[in-house]
Nanobody, 119 residues
Framework: QVQLVESGGSLVQAGGSLRLSCVAS????????MGWYRQAPGKQRELVAA???????EYAESVKGRFSISREGAKNTVYLQMNSLKPEDTAVYYC?????????????WGRGTQVTVSS
């Protein structure tokens, strides 16, 4: 069973930065897509960023220019660099991997890491 473990969530002031990490129990190259979703209290879960092995990258409009997704294959790790954080970025962030080439990865989910941005 694939396991994804997120870390890096924290309380940060508006304007600050955080880097989330997601370590996969399997070789990242076995997945065709990786991404990050988030869910704030009382809101629907939304895609934040996704990338495919074929080179497709997608970001939510609300984070374009501020967030960046990347991966380090040697460490089986996916990152989400978050800059210029805003209070509306407060949410639980989930790492997701997929066996299919899609910018909506959905096969395997981590348990999430809490990001809180204070104003």
């Amino acid at each position: 069973q694939v396991q994804l473990v997120e870390s890096g969530g924290s309380l940060v002031q508006a304007g600050g930065s955080l880097r989330l990490s997601c370590v996969a129990s399997d070789d990242l190259f076995s997945f065709s897509a990786m991404g990050w979703y988030r869910q704030a209290p009382g809101k629907q879960r939304e895609l934040v960023a996704a990338m495919t092995k074929s080179g497709l990258v997608e970001y939510a409009e609300s984070v374009k220019g501020r967030f960046s997704i990347s991966r380090e294959g040697a460490k089986n790790t996916v990152y989400l660099q978050m800059n210029s954080l805003k209070p509306e970025d407060t949410a639980v962030y989930y790492c997701v991997c997929d066996l299919h080439n899609t910018v909506r990865p959905n096969d395997y989910w981590g348990r999430g890491t809490q990001v809180t941005v204070s104003s």
